[in-house]
């Protein structure tokens, strides 16, 4: 007979401890929570802010747009599609479903929804990344929103032989990591600082691939000034008319995306 350890014989004592964890985790997250950012720091107008709240009647408005007129590749691509912070890929799966109408073929990240990096995240996305790569022949182009798109220019930084393009949306890649309205929300879910990722990290390095910084002036998340980046920090901005919430669904923004799809010269196959 299994000897029983005194641990499991004694369960007040483990009650104490695991209600002192579970404290002192709720101390960092308040700790984190009552942050504050520098002076630096650039953030979208409240006004802007409040405006995304219409991004809920996004689902039901999209039913009565006529269909956007896609036309079909001439060389169609293998993407893959990074979420934003808090969301997963269903929040991708309009944008999906109207690049797979142009003959693409759209890939998930594979990390389900995205709660911000972990000393794992970038290792299991980059062998996701080459393993796609490696299914079709083809070097793949990578479309993160917001967060997702931070993780797109990190990874493309580790694998560029697998990566052809970066595409991203909204992402807070520049300026500083407290130039958005979320920041503090960020912190609480993540459990750490924006200043203090959990991997190493130089968010404004720009990937030795050809990246796109989609930003926008409507947007009431992520400053401009972050999302657009230096001239040195990407290679083309892309100003669109959109908000942050609705990146993934806007019809111009669907429409660059795929214009940026024709115009990868770096996709050809490996």
């Not at 004694?10 to 984190?32: D, H």
């Not at 503090?184 to 200043?195: D, I, K, L």
């Not at 000034?225 to 111009?252: M, N, Q, Y």
């Amino acid at each position: 007979m299994f000897p029983i350890e005194a641990d499991t014989q004694n369960p007040i004592e483990r009650f104490r401890r695991t209600a002192g964890a579970v404290g002192g985790a709720l101390a960092q997250r308040v700790g984190l929570l009552r942050g504050s950012r520098p002076d630096n720091a650039h953030s979208p107008s409240m006004k802007l802010f409040y405006a995304e709240l219409g991004a809920v009647a996004e689902p039901v408005l999209r039913r009565f747009r006529p269909q956007l007129p896609i036309e079909p590749s001439t060389q169609p691509r293998v993407v893959i599609l990074l979420p934003g912070f808090g969301t997963g890929p269903t929040r991708m799966r309009y944008m999906a479903q109207q690049l797979e109408r142009a003959g693409h073929t759209v890939k998930r990240w594979g990390l389900g929804h995205n709660l911000g990096p972990t000393p794992e995240t970038l290792g299991l996305l980059a062998a996701r990344i080459c393993d796609v790569q490696e299914r079709y022949g083809q070097k793949v182009v990578l479309i993160g929103w917001s967060l997702g798109g931070v993780f797109a220019r990190e990874v493309a930084k580790m694998q560029p032989e697998c990566v052809a393009k970066v595409i991203t949306m909204g992402s807070p890649f520049s300026h500083t990591p407290y130039s958005n309205n979320l920041w503090r929300a960020y912190q609480v879910v993540a459990g750490h600082s924006v200043e203090n990722p959990p991997i190493p990290s130089e968010l404004q390095s720009k990937p030795p691939v050809e990246t796109i910084a989609f930003w926008s002036p409507r947007d009431g998340v992520v400053s401009r000034r972050a999302a657009c980046g230096g001239a040195d920090e990407r290679d083309r901005a892309v100003a669109l008319r959109c908000t942050h919430l609705t990146f993934p669904t806007s019809p111009e923004c669907i429409t660059a995306i795929i214009n940026e799809l024709e115009s990868c010269g770096n996709c050809r196959t490996s």
